[in-house]
């Protein structure tokens, strides 16, 4: 089995809109920045907005499970890897790992698995050689 090198795909704090009634960060927070690390992830692999937009292609969430470790309030800084964990021939299958970056903590983890889609077509389609180049090159020497 292939093993990846995670890569990290964000950074920022949490300011005071994103805390819920409870006062600690909201699930639509997470989810957010979760987000975000995902479209870094998927570039730093070619996918990048240019060119999907160029090839007429998408990546769109088949599957995404969150557990939530710790509580994150305002004004925390945060930081998220994220790890190819299975390179499909229409798929890819990651994690991201959200932790505190005072502490290095991790405080929420999330596992996706995205499909590369024609946006024409309406199908998923094979992923381009780009995606599997760039996956080589997060190889872990073991």
Known sequence: MTVYRPIETYRGV???WSIDHVGHMNVASYTARFDEAT???LGALGLTPSY????GRSA???DQRTQYEREVLSGSLLHV???LRELGRKSI???HVMFDSESDVVVATTDLVG???DLVGRTSVDLPDIVREAAKRLERDE
């Open 93 to 95: 299958r990651f994690t």
């Open 60 to 62: 769109v969430a088949a």
């Open 14 to 16: 949490v300011y005071p």
């Open 81 to 83: 890897t994220s790890e």
């Open 52 to 55: 999907l937009t160029q090839h």
């Open 115 to 117: 499909v590369y889609f």
């Open 39 to 41: 479209w870094q992830f």
